[in-house]
């Protein structure tokens, strides 16, 4: 149970493009659901928390109108990277949250961005 | 606010050896702790976690990990590694009362050389 599906998991694109990144969870209805960016051998860095129905959370220096999120229905978030960048290049990483799991979640395979 | 600390960026080993990854975190409140693993190109699977109760944490592959309050730490411990255990390991921390949101430390990566 509790898994959690990413689509596509890579996508090359030309710069100026944007780009959308689906995350999906298959056997559970997810509340919360977060988008983490990580560049090669680092950690992952939270940009923003998604909640259904209403608008997502971003972190602190994460641009809101370049990173678009979408969080539809309790099984689908969506991010849009608008007008992509080279340095936008990552590999992009959903998780989703059980509602009464303490804390835990569980997290998509990811999707690697190249922007050309 | 919450921060985690992997001291080791890399942990080459030997197979069949014993391997130790430490953690440390810092939070003014209760906190949940989490061992995340990662093989390339792939997300993160949970290996173990920390809620509460016993401060020993098993996983099904041989790791264990053990909470210790008073020095903020989570560190990672498995006696025995495989050439399969060769990945990147991820400590994460979640407040209690900050919702699901968790804070990851830097990784470390170890290699299992045969």
């Known amino acids: 149970g509790a898994v959690v599906s990413q689509h596509p998991s890579w996508v090359i694109c030309k710069s100026g493009t944007s780009v959308k990144i689906e995350c999906r969870s298959l056997?559970?209805?997810?509340?919360?659901m977060f988008w983490y960016r990580q560049f090669p051998k680092q950690s992952l860095m939270l940009m923003a928390t998604s909640n259904e129905g209403s608008k997502a959370t971003y972190e602190q220096g994460v641009e809101k109108d370049k990173f678009l999120i979408n969080h539809a229905s309790l099984t689908l978030s969506t991010l849009t990277v608008t007008s992509a960048h080279p340095e936008d290049s990552s590999f992009y990483i959903c998780s989703a949250s059980v509602p009464g799991v303490s804390n835990e979640q569980f997290f998509g395979p990811g999707t690697r961005l190249t922007v050309l | 606010a919450q921060s985690v600390t992997q001291l080791d960026s890399q942990v080459p080993v030997f197979e069949e050896a014993p391997v130790e990854l430490r953690c440390n975190y810092s939070s003014s409140v209760s906190v949940y702790l989490f061992w995340y693993v990662q093989y390339p190109n792939q997300g993160l699977q949970l290996l173990l976690k920390y809620l509460s109760g016993s401060t020993l944490v098993e996983s099904i592959n041989g790791f264990e990990a053990e909470f210790n309050k008073s020095q903020t730490s989570f560190h990672l411990r498995k006696p025995s590694v495989h050439i399969s255990d060769t990945a990147e390991y991820f400590c994460?921390?979640?407040?209690?009362?900050?919702?699901?949101?968790?804070?990851f430390g830097g990784g470390t990566r170890v290699l299992v050389k045969p």
């Open positions: 994460a921390v979640s407040e209690w009362a900050a919702g699901n949101k968790l804070t």
């Open positions: 056997d559970f209805q997810a509340t919360t």
